[in-house]
């Protein structure tokens, strides 16, 4: 069974970049679109953007010139950068997966990680 | 952007009652060229990540009990527990996958009454 761990900072400083990594493990990170998505504390659910199996990404507009989504076939791991960051980045954020290949569907998570925008 | 509203934000149903929650998308997620509806619903639970219970609207995931139901098509979606269960305790996310950016509802929190 494929699982999905988040890692990076929980606290990063205003203006700084945030940098998360997911680990996949049970399964190869390739053929698969990887997406990423974040939820504030006790809000809802807001879309980031995608990597496809292709290598081609698609972000959310309103985050589309700070966000960069990327894999590392070699480490099986996905990656998010989002720079600039303010306080309304704060949330938890979500590591997810094609439900199965070459599908955008999400239907794997991670457990998520919160990450805290703070001086 | 595609807006996606739920309804109620919030229910309350008995044990073995059933809860009916409706996704209203702001557009059709209906892609004519193979008749699909790019929309799926998901379960989130206190402190952990969604859990897909359907896609293509209807389609239910592997695992899910049928006590769970998808219907509607175009712009109009509901998604139905036929007999609420404690286990069921949770807020409801539909979701379109049908054009960039994607979105979801704002969540449906379902309760026992």
């Known amino acids: 069974q494929v699982q999905l761990q988040e890692s990076g900072p929980g606290l990063v400083k205003p203006s700084e970049t945030l940098s998360l990594t997911c680990t996949v493990s049970?399964?190869?990170?390739?053929?698969?679109?990887w997406t990423w998505i974040r939820q504030p504390p006790g809000k809802g659910l807001e879309w980031i953007g995608f990597i496809s199996y292709t290598g081609s990404t698609n972000y959310n507009p309103s985050l589309k010139s700070r966000v960069t989504i990327s894999v590392d076939t070699s480490k099986n791991q996905a990656s998010l950068k989002l720079s600039s960051v303010t306080a309304a980045d704060t949330a938890v954020y979500f590591c997810?997966?094609?439900?199965?290949?070459?599908?955008?569907?999400?239907?794997?998570w991670g457990q998520g990680t919160l990450v805290t925008v703070s001086s | 952007d595609i807006v996606m509203t739920q309804s109620p934000d919030s229910l309350a149903v008995s044990l073995g009652e059933r809860a009916t929650i409706i996704c209203k998308s702001s557009?059709?997620?209906?892609?004519?060229?193979?008749?699909?509806?790019?929309l799926a619903w998901y379960q989130q639970k206190p402190r952990q990540p969604p859990k897909l219970l359907f896609y293509w609207a209807s389609t239910r995931e592997s695992g899910v009990p049928d006590r769970f139901s998808g219907s509607g098509s175009g712009t109009d979606f509901t998604l139905t527990i036929t007999s609420l269960q404690a286990e069921d305790v949770a807020i409801y996310y539909c979701h379109q996958y049908y054009s960039s950016p994607w979105t979801f509802g704002q969540g449906t929190k379902v309760e026992i009454k």
């Open positions: 557009q059709s997620v209906l892609y004519s060229s193979n008749n699909k509806n790019y």
């Open positions: 049970g399964d190869s990170i390739s053929n698969h679109y």
């Open positions: 997810s997966r094609g439900r199965s290949a070459q599908t955008s569907i999400i239907g794997y």
